[in-house]
T-cell receptor, first 113, second 112 residues
Framework: DAGVTQSPTHLIKTRGQHVTLRCSPI?????VSWYQQVLGQGPQFIFQ???????GRGNFPDRFSARQFPNYSSELNVNALLLGDSALYLC????????????FGQGTRLTVV | KQEVTQIPAALSVPEGENLVLNCSFT??????LQWFRQDPGKGLTSLLL???SQREQTSGRLNASLDKSSGRSTLYIAASQPGDSATYLC???????????WGAGTKLIIKP
């Protein structure tokens, strides 16, 4: 079975632009979470979706938004990009919410110039 | 507010040594704790998951323990190999919500 897949793996954007990151969870997993990891730090929670509903939101500005589709894949959108948005964006997949083990994709490296 | 700390931030040991990585957390009310490995510029690989009711979990040369009362977990790596070089992160899932809360990681270098 395929693991968590994220696309694209790398991208470069200019300040003020918009970006969409995509994640496909492990087959059978209904929960997707998004994290931002700045170099040298642990990941920071952005969003969690379960059964297409938002179940949690971290301390990120409204420029960040996400959604989950009927096939449980997910998109993370970031508007009006800032230099500080440069980071590794990680998607995690789990069967349910709460205590289920989280499995991560390889991440999307976003560079804002 | 739950906080997770990993000390040391970096560790370098000769190949073949047994070693212990530490993770401490401030609130003992957790669902579980998970250890991950991250290679440079890559995503996260789950190593071990310990539920709040468990004391330890083992996978191959890895053993993770959990002491909720003291707010500590350790990851024991036996007979270390150069391929074990990576950053190791621990994350706790709080009892009251769904997000993982992370330490900053310990960068491990195993010298041949």
């Amino acid at each position: 079975d395929a693991g968590v897949t994220q696309s694209p793996t790398h991208l470069i954007k200019t300040r003020g632009q918009h970006v969409t990151l995509r994640c496909s969870p492990i087959s059978g997993h209904k929960s997707v979470s998004w994290y931002q990891q700045v170099l040298g730090q642990g990941p920071q929670f952005i969003f969690q979706y379960y059964e297409k509903e938002e179940r949690g939101r971290g301390n990120f500005p409204d420029r960040f938004s996400a959604r989950q589709f009927p096939n449980y894949s997910s998109e993370l959108n970031v508007n009006a990009l800032l230099l500080g948005d440069s980071a590794l964006y990680l998607c995690a997949s789990s069967q349910t919410t709460g205590g289920a083990e989280a499995f991560f994709g390889q991440g999307t490296r976003l560079t804002v110039v | 507010k739950q906080e997770v700390t990993q000390i040391p931030a970096a560790l370098s040991v000769p190949e073949g040594e047994n070693l212990v990585l530490n993770c401490s957390f401030t609130d003992s009310a957790i669902y579980n704790l998970q250890w991950f490995r991250q290679d440079p510029g890559k995503g996260l690989t789950s190593l071990l998951l310990i539920q709040s009711s468990q004391r330890e979990q083992t996978s191959g040369r890895l053993n993770a323990s959990l002491d909720k009362s003291s707010g500590r977990s350790t990851l024991y790596i036996a007979a270390s190999q150069p391929g074990d070089s990576a950053t190791y992160l621990c994350a706790v899932r709080p009892g009251s919500n769904y997000q993982l809360i992370w330490g900053a990681g310990t960068k491990l270098i195993i010298k041949p």
